[in-house]
């Protein structure tokens, strides 16, 4: 009997990757491409035929039964439409798993990459066997998604979850999203390392400036240096870890989660700011929420693709329920007003 596995495409604004993920999440073959990302939707669905050529050709033979698709939102899971990824050049309302259904013969997946990755790491990850889990990403930005009694949390439009604005202070840089005080604005990668900047200045000898060979010093750099013992960092790291109590915090309270799965650049730091993100939960977090576990995810970079494999390997029904699309998915409401 042949083999059953997913052809997974993971459409990143920087690279673009596929694999073949087998029903274990095994990836049996793997490809990627910097994505063209400015050249529009029609060479980078070209691209994605192509990278799905190579990886069939590495593994050839398997049954595929579908094709999962993560990519960056805003997106409508249910109708497959990309509505306008910020990262994406021309994608206006795509309907990317239609197209895609056409070219490739196989039915297929849309999903917002951050819930891909939540999927990812609740079937094959560190969230393996909850039947409830938050997925908090924390790097450039912070995005994440969550599983709530076994399926992913869609809300409407599918935006639901849209963790790393969440307002946690009234205070602090303005977020890409123009307001003050999102989390993403205050415990971001880029945060961190904004405020390590702050602290120091290139050629003073700082560890930090050290690390970063004197140019801009980045959240990275704050986890390495604070494993070195340095007291400047491993204070900043403290600072984090609080920011990121507080949001957890908040996640706690809002889905009550078996477990709190954390990844992204900065989750290498994890360990270190432990105590103080669970003195912050202690502290903030009424008791019935506060002894969930804060986990590090488990499968890095692959966390996506093996949970965009997911969406077809383990189909909940709501793949034959996706709607066909119309020419006004999002209705201009002017024309209504204007007849
Ligand atoms: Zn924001």
């Not at 105590?275 to 576990?293: F, N, Q, S």
Request: aromatic share 4%; glycine share 14%.
């Amino acid at each position: 009997m042949r083999i059953e596995a997913a052809l997974a495409i993971d459409l990143g604004g920087t690279e673009l990757r596929a694999a073949l993920v087998d029903r274990d999440g095994k990836i049996l073959a793997f490809a990627a491409v910097p994505t063209q990302a400015q050249a529009g939707p029609n060479v980078v669905i070209g691209q994605i035929e192509a990278l799905a050529a190579t990886v069939h050709a590495e593994a050839p033979g398997l049954a595929i039964v579908g094709v999962g698709v993560g990519a960056p939102g805003p997106l409508d899971p249910l109708a497959g439409i990309a509505v306008g990824p910020p990262t994406l050049a021309g994608w206006q309302d795509v309907p990317l798993a239609d197209i895609l259904e056409r070219r490739l013969g196989l039915p297929v997946r849309l999903e917002n990459d951050a819930n891909a990755a939540a999927l990812g790491e609740w079937r094959f990850g560190a969230g393996h066997g909850a039947r409830s889990l938050v997925f908090v990403t924390v790097s450039t930005g912070i995005g994440g998604g969550v599983v709530a009694d076994g399926r992913i949390l869609h809300g409407r439009r599918g935006l639901a979850a849209e963790i790393g604005h969440m307002t946690i202070t009234n205070e602090g840089e303005r977020c890409v999203c123009g307001v003050v005080g999102c989390f993403e604005a205050i415990a971001s990668g880029t945060a961190l390392g904004r405020r390590a900047n702050a602290a120091t200045s290139p050629l003073d000898g700082s560890t930090l400036r050290r690390l970063s060979a004197n140019a801009e010093v980045t959240g990275r750099h704050v986890v390495e240096a604070a494993r070195l013992q340095d007291d400047l960092a491993v204070a900043l790291l403290e600072e984090e870890a609080r920011w990121l109590g507080v949001g957890f915090t908040n996640l706690l309270h809002l889905y009550s989660p078996d477990v709190l799965v954390v990844g992204g650049g900065i989750a290498n730091g994890l360990d270190l700011m432990a105590p103080v993100i669970e003195a912050t939960i202690r502290l903030r977090a009424m008791r019935a929420y506060r002894d969930v576990p804060v986990v590090q995810a488990q499968l890095g970079r692959h966390a996506g693709l093996v949970g965009a494999a997911s969406l077809v390997l383990f189909d909940d029904g709501s793949l034959a329920a996706r709607m066909p699309v119309g020419p006004s998915t999002f209705p201009d409401t002017r024309r209504d007003f204007n007849g």
